[in-house]
């Protein structure tokens, strides 16, 4: 019978090295401040262009508005000054006719407006 017995004495661990606790404290230190600025830096782009995409390129509606009223007047036809003879035309439509005749872009000549009366002798002008 052989019993193998060991006396009282246990042998204790020896303690941890000091430089290598540092160097995985400062390796492990650095790479949560790395992963910490590239979700940032993630987190940033993707905000950017959300921004970018739902508030710059978005026009505002009264905008919107104001333009559809201007493509609307600029493509009606109709009476600038009835008095005078100015109709309002498409641009396109304009374009096509001076392009047919050219001859439509010589200047109007109005005639000179009315001359004022002359003051009678011997009356003050205002």
Not at 98 to 116: E, F, K, T, Y
């Amino acid at each position: 019978m052989s019993e193998t017995h060991h006396s009282g004495h246990e042998v204790d661990a020896p303690d941890p090295d000091a430089l290598t606790t540092a160097t995985i404290g400062i390796v492990g230190t650095i790479v949560v401040i790395v992963v910490v600025l590239l979700v940032q830096g993630l987190y940033e782009r993707v905000n950017r262009s959300e921004l970018t995409r739902k508030v710059v390129a978005v026009a505002p509606e009264e905008f919107r508005n104001l333009r559809a009223a201007q493509l609307t007047r600029l493509q009606r036809t109709g009476w600038v000054d009835r008095a005078h003879g100015y109709v309002a035309i498409p641009i396109d439509k304009a374009m096509a006719l001076l392009a047919a005749d050219p001859s439509l872009a010589a200047p109007i000549v109005l005639p000179p407006p009315p001359a004022a009366p002359a003051p009678e002798p011997g009356t003050k002008a205002p």
